[in-house]
Structure formats: structure tokens, C-alpha cells
């Protein structure tokens, strides 16, 4: 009745049924503490082991097999040290238990003491040698066993395909002289992680039995492969569709974006866990429509389902305002996430992009501790809303604490100099990407540096540093920034040649034609001008009109340039004319002033 309880995860009745029973004899106690080391409850099975009156091989043997799954192997000797009596168990729990924990030469010298050896300690040892990359040495293990079961047999394959060795795993099972569904399972398995899908596919249609387990395997390889449509014939045709093929269904639909039938998928499921949330949640954060995420993460807390770090990590990625970020950050606390860092990482970033550096300020301070993607999110943050000066204290903080700073945090702090024109300090930080660092500055590093001395007047530097920067990195965003420079400062042939050649480089990007076009009317080269408009109309290229976004009463408004369809739009200009123009005229804030 215990062991039956524990196997069934129902450790708490069976210790009910153990304090209940009037005698408790060997068995009964070996069967609850075993119940409890299959709970991972280690310290309720230890202290049960030393409360038995007297222990047998038995015991002994589940407290050194729970010693060694926790990786105390020290407990563990001791326990085995302690015998008066050991048999094939207790010495394979003890030789598996240092494979395990990676220390392979005392787990090759106690298994050749072994008196007695069988094929489960044989395989153990195979295993073993796997477990730690060490591939050839359990071949030679397999190949000296004195007999093979198909345990045997499918662990060898099984440890092929974990080494990444694909083609040796198919040879061995190929004259593998038994086969049982899970090695078919294993090898199919293997091959769909592999990408040979193809192979997999044939291997399942000449499986002589197929359980529920075939068919998830090849739903969700199918799935992970990109082959939706594949996934959902086999789908569709399993004859029992079990928790992991709707999941493997649903976030292949959420992958491809298609959300109305990822949708259905989620509405048909009779039982669903925290992985089918999470797929839906994430992807009607990544595809929209807006607000949906939020709303399903409140109707799974109302389904009675407990998010998780993932979950709420999805959906403040679709938060569109700062109210919607508050409403995902008041469950971190009562769920106990608080202190999770990538949670953290993702408020501090969703409050910054939504323009509340104090929240995002206040989540980075609370942080018990730090890593490089905190301190950078908070270099950012201040860097991206024009902070340079704090960027850079956030920065010298940083160095402080003892953290090292990678390509993304050198992106914040050269933005941030380029913001607060600081270019001797910018300078310097750049040369110590790899002077310090040993970082290969990217295109987006020498961007910033080129943004940073075109603001500062310094063009024929920024020249200098574009002539000298490999070629490889000369992308849309540094041509765009060394442009901008030369447009400002009155380089008009240079900026037309950049123009030209940024059109050649992005000729689907908006970009590129209206920062030439620009440059063409500002020196009053109309007919140039019209070219680059007339080229940009063939090219069937379109401008994303520029938007504003704002906040009221906790809901978002977006106002496109030109777009008059928001429902409060005539109270809006009328606002703009009586109370706002004449207050910007007032101060000469007005496009003909500036």
C-alpha cells in the first residue's frame, strides 16, 4: 500500500498509512523512505532512515541511491562504509552515484571491486561514461559486457544521440537483435532532434507497434521542425491525443503566427497545464491583438492556474502603457518573483520603454543582487531617454560591483556620451572595448561613435574612423549616422554619394530616400529631390508615418501624422488652437521659428 501511494506521488497518504499501521517491520520502511526519495524529499527520508530501529541491505541501499541522487556522495560512502552486508544494488547505487557527480575514476575502481556484477551495473557504468562525454570509453564498456538486454542496447544508442553522433546510434540499432517500442521511441526521437526528418518519418510508418508516445514524439518533432502542416496530419490521426501533442499543436500555430488556429487548438484542449498557457499567452504577445496577452494571463489566475516566470515574462512584452506593466508587476509579488532576476531585467526594460524610468529605476535598485543584463537594462534605460550622466554613473556602479560589461552595455554607454556630448569620454570607452575587454566593436558600436562625433561638428574624424572600420560593418545605421553628420554640417557632395549608396544597401527601407531626398532639397537640388521621390514610388517603397503615444486614465491613445480617426480628434486640434499654438508662438517653438 505505501510503495503503491509513493510510485503514485501520493507521499503524504502513504505516510499517513505508515504512522497508521501498529507495526512497522523492514519493508514498510524502506518503502517510505524510497517514497520520499522519488519525491525529492530528502531530508523527510534521512530522518526516517536514522529513526529505523534496524536497518537491512535494503535500506541501506535506498538511502545510499538517495545520498547520491542529491550528489552527497561523502553520506552516501559513509552509508555503504557502514554495511555489514552489500549486494549488486547497494554497490551499483554507490558506482552510479560518483559517475553521476563526475568523478568517473572512483566509480571505475568501485565497480571492478564488485564482487558480483550484473547487467544493470554493466549498463550503469555505460551510462555512466556517457553522462560525462566520455562516448568511446562506454562503446568499449558495451562491447565487453558478458550479456546485453534491450536496456543495454537502447542506453548505447541513446547515449549516440545525446553525443551528437547520430549515425553511429542508426548502425547500432539496426543490428540491435531486440527491439522494443521505446527504442524505436528513442531513435525516432533522435533523429527529429537531428533534423532528419525524412529518416524519422520512415522509421515510425515501419515501427511494428506505436504507443502515445510514437505519436507525440512525431507531432512535436514536426512541430520543432517547422512542418505545421505535417505535425497536424499526424495530429490529427493520433488515436490518443495526450497533453504534449496539443501543447506541440499550439505553440507550432503560435510559431507561425497563425493565432486563429492556435486559438482553437487552446479552446478544444479538455485539460490543459501551465505550458498551454504560456504558448497562447506568448503569442498573442508577439502577434497580437493588442491587450489579449494581458487578458488571457487574468483568465488563467482565474482558471486557477499559477503563472509562472515564463508566463509573466510573455505578457509584459505586449504591455502597451505603463498601467498595463503595473497590472503584470502586482502579481509578481503575492506569486513570489520578486526576486527573480530575468523577471526583473524585463520589468526594468518594459517600464523604461514606456517612459517610467522612476518604476524601472526603483525594480533595478531593489535587485538583491545584480548581472550584466540588469545593469545594462538600467544603462538603457536612461541612455535611450536622453540621460547620459546617469547612464554613465549607472555604468562606473557597475564597474564597481565587479560586473563585466558586454557588446549590448557598450551600446548604452556610447549612446549615452553621443546624448550628453561627451566624446573624449565616448572615445575612450570605445578604444577600451577591446583594449580592456577584448570585445570586437560591431556596427552598432562604430553607429554610436560616428552619431557622437557628427553632433559634436567632429565630420572629418568621424571620416577618419568610417575609412579605417571594417568594411563588413558598414551597414544602414552607420552610413545613416556618418549622413546625418555630413547633411548637418554642410557636406552636401558627401552626403549625396552616402544617400545614394544607403539606397543601394536598403532599397526597401524608407530610411534611406527620405534622408537623401533631405539632403537634395536642403541644398536646393529640386530635381535631384524628385528623382529620389519618383525612384522611391516605384520601388512601391511607403514611409511609416510617425506617431505619438500617451497615456490617460490608464489606457493608450496613438496618434498618427496625418491620421484624424482617433474619436476625440476635433476636441484634440481644438485644444492645439486655442491653448497650445498660441503658447508655442509665445516661446518660438513653432516649425517656421526653429
Not at 67 to 83: C, I, L, N
Not at 104 to 125: H, I, R
Not at 421 to 435: N, P, T
Not at 450 to 456: I, K, N, P, S, Y
Request: hydrophobic content about 40%.
Amino acid at each position: 500500500m505505501i510503495k503503491t501511494l509513493g510510485r503514485g506521488g501520493k507521499v503524504e497518504e502513504a505516510r499517513k498509512v505508515f504512522d497508521d499501521m501498529p507495526r512497522r517491520d523492514a519493508f514498510s520502511y524502506s518503502s517510505m523512505i524510497t517514497a520520499y526519495i522519488e519525491d525529492n524529499d530528502l531530508p523527510k527520508a534521512e530522518q526516517l532512515f536514522w529513526e529505523m530501529p534496524g536497518r537491512n541491505v535494503g535500506v541501506n541501499s535506498a538511502m545510499i541511491s538517495g545520498y547520491a541522487k542529491a550528489g552527497r556522495m561523502g553520506d552516501a560512502q559513509k552509508v555503504f562504509d557502514e554495511m555489514t552486508e552489500r549486494n549488486v544494488y547497494s554497490w551499483t547505487s554507490l558506482v552510479s552515484g560518483y559517475f553521476r557527480s563526475g568523478q568517473v575514476d572512483k566509480g571505475l575502481a568501485l565497480f571492478e571491486q564488485m564482487p558480483d556484477k550484473n547487467v544493470v551495473s554493466w549498463t550503469t557504468v555505460v551510462q555512466g561514461y556517457a553522462c560525462n562525454g566520455l562516448i568511446d570509453q562506454a562503446r568499449k564498456t558495451f562491447d565487453l559486457m558478458p550479456e546485453k538486454n534491450i536496456v543495454a542496447w537502447t542506453v548505447m544508442i541513446k547515449s549516440y544521440i545525446e553525443n551528437g553522433r547520430l549515425d553511429d546510434a542508426e548502425q547500432l540499432f539496426k543490428i540491435m537483435p531486440q527491439k522494443n517500442t521505446y527504442s524505436w521511441n528513442v531513435m525516432i526521437h533522435g533523429l527529429m532532434d537531428g533534423n532528419r526528418v525524412t529518416e524519422a518519418i520512415q522509421m515510425f510508418n515501419m515501427m511494428p507497434q506505436r504507443n502515445e508516445v510514437s505519436w507525440t514524439i512525431m507531432v512535436t518533432g514536426l512541430a520543432r521542425n517547422g512542418m505545421t502542416k505535417h505535425a497536424q496530419e499526424y495530429f490529427e490521426k493520433m488515436p490518443n491525443k495526450d497533453m504534449a501533442s496539443w501543447n506541440a499543436m499550439v505553440t507550432a500555430y503560435v510559431d507561425e503566427g497563425l493565432m486563429v488556429e492556435a486559438n482553437e487548438t487552446f479552446s478544444s484542449m479538455s485539460q490543459r497545464n501551465t505550458v498551454t498557457w504560456n504558448a497562447i499567452i506568448d503569442g498573442y504577445a508577439r502577434h497580437g491583438p493588442e491587450g489579449e496577452a494581458l487578458h488571457l494571463l487574468i483568465y488563467m489566475r482565474r482558471s486557477g492556474f499559477r503563472p509562472n516566470e515564463t508566463t509573466i515574462t510573455s505578457a509584459l512584452t505586449s504591455c502597451k502603457g505603463t498601467s498595463e506593466v503595473v497590472q503584470v508587476h502586482a502579481l509578481v509579488i503575492p506569486l513570489g518573483f520578486e526576486h527573480d532576476m530575468p523577471l526583473a531585467n524585463a520589468l526594468i526594460t518594459m517600464y523604461s520603454r514606456n517612459g517610467d524610468l522612476f518604476s524601472a529605476r526603483l525594480v533595478f535598485e531593489n535587485l538583491e543582487s545584480k548581472d550584466v543584463v540588469s545593469w545594462t537594462a538600467m544603462i538603457l534605460s536612461y541612455a535611450n531617454h536622453g540621460h547620459g550622466h546617469h547612464a554613465l554613473h549607472v555604468f562606473s556602479r557597475m564597474l564597481r560591483a565587479g560586473a563585466t560589461p558586454d557588446k549590448i552595455t557598450f551600446v548604452g554607454v556610447l549612446s549615452a556620451c553621443s546624448h550628453a556630448g561627451m566624446v573624449r569620454k565616448g572615445r575612450m570607452l570605445f578604444d577600451s572595448m577591446v583594449a580592456a575587454y577584448a570585445l570586437e566593436p560591431k556596427a552598432e558600436h562604430y553607429s554610436c561613435l560616428l552619431d557622437m562625433l557628427g553632433r559634436a561638428g567632429q565630420v572629418e574624424e568621424a571620416l577618419e574612423v568610417f575609412s579605417k572600420m571594417p568594411q563588413l560593418e558598414q551597414d544602414g545605421a552607420v552610413l545613416g549616422a556618418l549622413l546625418s553628420a555630413c547633411r548637418f554640417h554642410g557636406y552636401d557632395s558627401l552626403a549625396n554619394y552616402l544617400g545614394e549608396k544607403l539606397i543601394e544597401l536598403e532599397p526597401a527601407a524608407a530610411g534611406p530616400y527620405v534622408l537623401s531626398a533631405n539632403v537634395f532639397a536642403a541644398s536646393g537640388k529640386w530635381s535631384e529631390f524628385a528623382r529620389v521621390r519618383k525612384k522611391m514610388k516605384e520601388q512601391n517603397v511607403r514611409k511609416v508615418p510617425g506617431f505619438s503615444q500617451i497615456e490617460v486614465n490608464g489606457k493608450s491613445h496613438v496618434f498618427f501624422a496625418g491620421d484624424r480617426s482617433h474619436p476625440e480628434m476635433d476636441r484634440v486640434y481644438r485644444l492645439l488652437q486655442e491653448k497650445l499654438m498660441p503658447l508655442m508662438l509665445e516661446t518660438g517653438s513653432t516649425k517656421e521659428n526653429r
